[in-house]
């Protein structure tokens, strides 16, 4: 009987110890950033936050390797096969084009969007519903409402505006299908837009040439490798012509830009954490439906609103999430 006992408390002890090695196994996360360290510092602790209300602990029970693209496209593949090659189990980045690139270099690795504009649109996934591969995620915008509301938000806030210079790099996959909207919305409002592409730094030094020249009564800027690495050359011209600018991410309002109505992206972040914990439990990407964003913010920055000699609308002030003083 006693041989016996000790037969079933020592399989017994085999399988606690089994079960606490699978729960203190560590696992490997890649993750690609769009800029650099310092500028995608708020992200990286949103994405950890994520994971330590799953109950992991980076140095403990996880392991996430950073690699920064610095605003180059043509860093990732090298910056993919890096993460590959560690043996990450599952690759989050930010971006269409990125993604892409990360299916291309081994497409089994399960990649997580933390954003995406058009996932269907770009061959990353056969529908939001059903993804059918090896990338998931979540979206960046939700359509045609967040548009017009993000107009309406700025005619606003600078009631005399009547045409808006549209700056933006179509490098970033998706950005040409929603300027269509903006014009649609600016249209229902009386405003011009002029739309210019910019790539290099000659096309966005031409294109503030353009703006110095044309005076346009704002600027809309959106976020991508172009702008986002030309930002301080842009925001110190506005600042010159005391020119508004109106910006796609919110993180650009807390680089300097007037203000933005638009996801937060540390929330999409601190949620792409999710999705990388259900697939470290088992669950195939293709599986996991991409999310839309839930959390929409308005950030306005009154130090550069002093700087431009505008006076934000009382109206306008008490509806924002988020002030910079």
Known sequence: ???????????????????ATAQARTRRVGIINNSTEPASRDLT??????????????????????????????????????LINLGVEVI?????????????????????MA????????????????????????TWDVGNEVVSKRLQLFKETVPSISRIALIW??????????WPQVNAASKALSIQTDSMEVRTQSDVTAALERVRRNRPGALFV??????????????????????????ASTLDVD?????????????????????????LKGAKPGDLPIEQPTKFELVINLKTARAIGLTIPASVLLRADRVIE
């Open 1 to 19: 009987m006693t041989s016996r006992r000790q037969a079933i408390l020592g399989a017994l002890a085999l399988v606690i110890a089994a079960r």
């Open 45 to 82: 602790q949103a994405f950890l936050t994520g994971f330590r209300e799953l109950g992991y602990r980076e140095g403990q029970n996880l392991v996430v390797e950073r690699r920064y693209m610095e605003n180059r496209q043509d860093r990732v593949p090298a910056l993919a096969a890096e």
């Open 92 to 112: 989050v980045v930010g971006g269409d084009r990125i993604a892409l690139a990360v299916k291309s270099a081994k497409p089994t690795v399960p990649v997580v």
């Open 115 to 138: 954003w995406s504009l058009d996932p269907v649109g770009n061959g990353l996934a056969a529908s939001l519903a059903k993804p059918a591969g090896s990338v998931t995620g979540l």
């Open 169 to 178: 790099d179509p490098s970033t996959l998706g950005t040409a299908e929603y």
């Open 222 to 247: 959106w976020s991508g490798p172009a702008t986002a690495a030309h930002f301080r050359q842009i925001n110190e011209l506005a600042i010159r012509e005391r020119l508004p600018v109106f910006a």
């Open 255 to 279: 680089r300097g830009y007037l203000m933005a109505y638009s996801v937060s992206t540390p929330d999409l972040y601190r949620r792409a954490a999710g999705f990388v914990d259900r697939i």
